[in-house]
């Protein structure tokens, strides 16, 4: 069995296997036609719940072999230009090198005695996000495994800030207020535009899923700052505290960025904590003309970016970035085995003093061959593409009597719903055509989309991050839904007559 082990005697093995491995995957690109085949759970889960995991196949090819069945025949392909589903990109080819060296190399970015150039590589592209942000000198941040993770470590460090900064506050007043007393006081306010897991944070950090309150957006589908100072004035009034305000750069439905700079200032005014969520739009921060959408970003106290996303990096590769470095000892934690205190008086560069994950894997080596073999810009005009395309496609969708369509796209989201034409039909069975056509272009396998609801009824998305999709794809998988929906209301409105 040691002959499995990657080491100085198994190279040409390792050679071997991997560059088949390779050509497998790049003769399925090659030669893909849809985003998927269609495959249903139920015909694939007997396949894959059949197979003996006691007993091993022969070599590597045999087990190629066995995926081409249970895996790369019926996986769903992001590169396809007819993927428009969720927040998933086509990848960079110098992103996989990365994910190639990284997966071999297996350093862990915990501890400097466990990476050492890949501690210092993943700290200077720490840095240079923050410099793009603007967060000023005293700026730093950790990669985590993607935006939900980020999110929740920006506000377990606001709630740690604001305990300490209200218990002083109280102290100095000659009061003693415990953190016990002050949590179930602790308000968050995001929009209800943003993404769930603000939610889930709350509830995982102690504050439960009521420490949320969720302002209204606007036409635009932006907050509502209007609403968010009324909210601010409110908690206050009722002797709560403002723990954090959360805006977003890019939500998950829409792509609508919240007016950044009248949030800041809210926030300031009121000694909020200022996150902002900007998983989805951070390919702006690298976009060689669209860079000012994000203006305001740079007076936040923190922000999250997902490389996977709009830096067109695979899963996972995301950050969590501060004003203050100083913050992110809210979550260090001296273990004597890992990282014990004198450590940090030897300024040993730790990362794991500023993570809440201790094994890491080297996710940033990846963006940062990217960087090197394409460049900011070049990251960065792949994003303008895409935006532009959702653009053109706003034109195509807005101009179509057969959709409706919610909002201009800030970014590259497109939110829109299939209306009957000619015939009054009920909103609930528009509803259940629009849900129809969704799952029916999915099992035929000709194109993904996403789904949604605005307002409380069902709408249909487009998710656009392939610069490699055509104003054509577009057309003709407006066309696909409408035939899928037509046909649903033909046969329900026969049914009822």
């Known amino acids: 069995m040691r002959s499995h082990l990657l080491n ?15 050509d497998r995957v790049a003769a399925k690109l090659a030669t893909t036609q849809r985003p998927h085949t269609g495959i249903s759970v139920d015909e694939l889960a007997p396949v894959i719940n059949g197979i003996d995991l006691d007993k091993p196949l022969a070599d590597a090819a045999a087990v190629l072999d066995e995926l081409e069945d249970v895996y790369l025949r019926d996986a769903v392909y992001f590169h396809h230009p007819r993927y428009l589903g969720h927040l998933n990109c086509p990848v960079v080819i110098p992103a996989v090198l990365g994910e190639a060296i990284l997966s071999a190399v297996n350093s862990s970015l915990d501890t400097w005695d466990q990476s050492i150039g890949g501690t210092l590589i993943e700290r200077r592209l720490i840095d240079w996000t923050t410099e793009r942000i603007g967060l000023g000198p005293a700026a730093d941040g950790i990669f985590t495994s993607g935006g939900s993770q980020s999110n929740f470590h920006a506000l377990l460090l606001a709630r740690d800030e604001a305990c300490r900064l209200v218990m002083k506050k109280a102290l100095d007043e000659g ?31 102690g504050l439960g899923y009521e420490a949320v309150i969720s302002v209204p957006v606007d036409r635009n589908r932006r907050m509502d700052t209007a609403v968010l100072a009324l909210e601010l004035e409110e908690c206050a009034s009722e002797g709560l505290f403002p723990m954090a305000v959360v805006a977003t750069a890019g939500t998950t439905d829409f792509g609508s960025i919240d007016p950044l700079p009248e949030i800041a200032r809210l926030a300031d005014e009121h000694s909020a904590w200022m996150h902002v969520d900007a998983a989805y739009g951070c390919g702006l921060l690298a976009s060689p003309t669209r860079r000012h959408l994000l203006d305001g970003i740079e007076r936040a106290d923190s922000v999250t970016v997902d490389y996977h996303k709009s830096f067109f990096q695979p899963v996972s590769s995301s950050a969590i970035l501060v004003r203050d470095r100083d913050t992110l000892k809210h979550a260090t934690y001296h273990a004597d085995y890992l990282n014990p205190r004198r450590m940090a008086e030897e300024r040993i560069p730790n990362q794991v003093d500023k993570s809440i994950q201790t094994t890491r894997r080297f996710d940033a080596l990846k963006l940062w061959v990217t960087l090197r073999v394409m460049g900011a810009d070049g990251v960065g005009s792949l994003f303008d593409e895409v935006i532009d395309l959702a653009a053109a496609g706003w034109d195509i969708i807005d101009a179509d009597p057969r959709f409706e369509v919610v909002v201009k796209p800030q970014i590259s989201t497109l939110v829109f719903r299939y209306v009957p034409q000619g015939e009054d039909v009920r909103g609930d069975l528009v509803d259940e055509a629009n849900l129809h056509a969704r799952k029916a272009l999915f099992a035929s396998g000709e194109a993904v989309v ?9 709408y249909l998305k487009f998710t656009l991050l392939n610069p490699q999709t055509t104003t054509a794809d577009i057309a003709a998988v407006l066309d696909l839904l409408a035939a899928h929906a037509e046909q649903f209301l033909g046969e329900s409105l026969a049914l009822h007559r």
């Open 450 to 458: 996403a789904g949604t609801k605005v307002d409380g009824k069902q």
């Open 8 to 22: 100085e005697t198994t190279a040409d093995l390792y050679r071997r296997s991997v560059t088949e491995g390779v």
């Open 175 to 205: 009061r003693e207020l415990t953190k016990a007393e002050l949590l179930p006081k602790l308000r968050i306010f995001t929009s209800e535009a943003s993404h769930f897991s603000v939610q889930k944070s709350a509830a995982m950090l």
